[in-house]
């Protein structure tokens, strides 16, 4: 499944996702002009990343017919709309977040609704277990990982050696 496609897909979860929160959250589904589209909000102002997502809603727009309005926020800017949205029930339909705590408390709130039944065995394959870890509270998914990125700490050996740390 090509990155575009396995976008639409992850949009297309959480949209299913929250037009059944929308229901019981009482939100208008944040700062959309259009009552009928789909608002998400993303942490990408500028070059490919904002160019992306463009083409990630375009997709999603022209395989479901579904609207899609994009707002993109500075990364501070969009954590303090998100608390915003979350304390006034206004949350967009769709949003990039990090995981672990502010998960938590957006679960916490009841602003987020479970996905766990609604993401395909092979989309969870795909993507592993670890990186979908992070957005797992109580056992339970509450997002999709929008990237898996290779990560890692590296150290010197010599460095470590010299300053009498053992490996073991």
Known sequence: MNARKTWAAAIAVAAVGTLGLAGCSGGSGGSGSDDDALTMWHNSTTGDGKAYWDEVGAAFEEETGVAVDITSLQNEDLD???????????????????????????????????????????????IGDAAFSAFTIDGSVYAVPASVLPEGIFYSEDLFEAAGIDAA
Do not use: E, W
């Open 80 to 126: 303090g709309k998100l608390q915003t949205a979350a304390n006034s029930g206004d949350m967009p339909d769709v949003f990039l977040a990090r995981g672990g705590g502010k998960t938590a408390a957006m679960v916490d709130a009841g602003v987020v609704k479970d996905l766990t039944d609604l993401i395909s065995d092979d989309t969870h394959t795909a």
